[in-house]
C-alpha cells in the first residue's frame, strides 16, 4: 500500500549542477492515457535537462503542497490549461529514486496515470509540440533513457513499488535499475 508519502508526485529530472550538501529533489509524473495513446510533448530547449526530447507533464513539489496537487498544478501549467483534470482522477502508480553514478539520489519521483480528463493539451513555454502516441512507438521516440523503460510498464498497467535508477557518470543513460511491479488490471 502507499504509504501517506506516496500521495506525492515527481518529474523525471535530475541536477547536474548538484554540489555536496544538496537535497533530493521530490516531483511528480502524471501520464496521461487515452484510446490506448499515451500523451507526450517535447521539453523546451532551454530546459537543463530532457530538453527537445518526449515527456509527459511533471514537475517538482512545491512548499506544502502534495504530490497529487502538484500533478494537477505541473498539468495545468505545461499544457497551458488546454487539460482538465482534476485531483481524485489521478491513479498513484508507484516510485522511483533517481540516482547519479555514485549513488547520490537525485530526485524521488511520484508516479501517475489519469484517464479522466477534459479538453485538449496546448503547447506552453515548457512543453512543446503535444502528440498522442501509441504504446509501440515509444521505443523509436527521443527520450531520457530511464523514460523507455519505465512508461512502457505503467502503459501496461503495471505499478513500480520502491523502484530505482541509476545513471552513468556522463547522464546520458542508464548504469543500472530496480524497477519491482505489481500487474494491476486495467
Known amino acids: 500500500m502507499f504509504s501517506s508519502l506516496t500521495k506525492n508526485c515527481f518529474v523525471i529530472v535530475f541536477n547536474q549542477n548538484r554540489t555536496k ?3 533530493m529533489k521530490i516531483g511528480v509524473l502524471v501520464l496521461y492515457l487515452r484510446k490506448g495513446k499515451i ?9 537543463k535537462i530532457g530538453a527537445n526530447k518526449w515527456n509527459s507533464y511533471g514537475g517538482e513539489l512545491e512548499v506544502g503542497e502534495d504530490s497529487a ?7 495545468h501549467e505545461e499544457s497551458n490549461w488546454g487539460l482538465n483534470v482534476k485531483k481524485r482522477h489521478l491513479v498513484p502508480k508507484g516510485e522511483i529514486t533517481f540516482y547519479d553514478w555514485q549513488n547520490t539520489a537525485l530526485w524521488f519521483v511520484y508516479l501517475f496515470t489519469c484517464t479522466e480528463f477534459e479538453g485538449e493539451p496546448l503547447e ?3 512543453m512543446k509540440t503535444p502528440t498522442w502516441f501509441s504504446p ?3 521505443p523509436t521516440l527521443d527520450m531520457l ?17 520502491d523502484g530505482w535508477v541509476r545513471f552513468s557518470k556522463d547522464m546520458t543513460a542508464v548504469e543500472d535499475y530496480h ?7 486495467v
Open 21 to 23: 550538501g544538496d537535497i
Open 39 to 47: 500523451l507526450l510533448c517535447k521539453k523546451w530547449t532551454g530546459a
Open 69 to 75: 496537487d502538484a500533478g494537477v498544478r505541473e498539468t
Open 124 to 126: 506552453s513555454e515548457e
Open 136 to 138: 509501440a512507438e515509444i
Open 145 to 161: 533513457p530511464a523514460d523507455k523503460i519505465f512508461i512502457p510498464m505503467l502503459i501496461a498497467g503495471d505499478e513500480i513499488r
Open 179 to 185: 524497477l519491482p511491479t505489481t500487474l494491476i488490471a
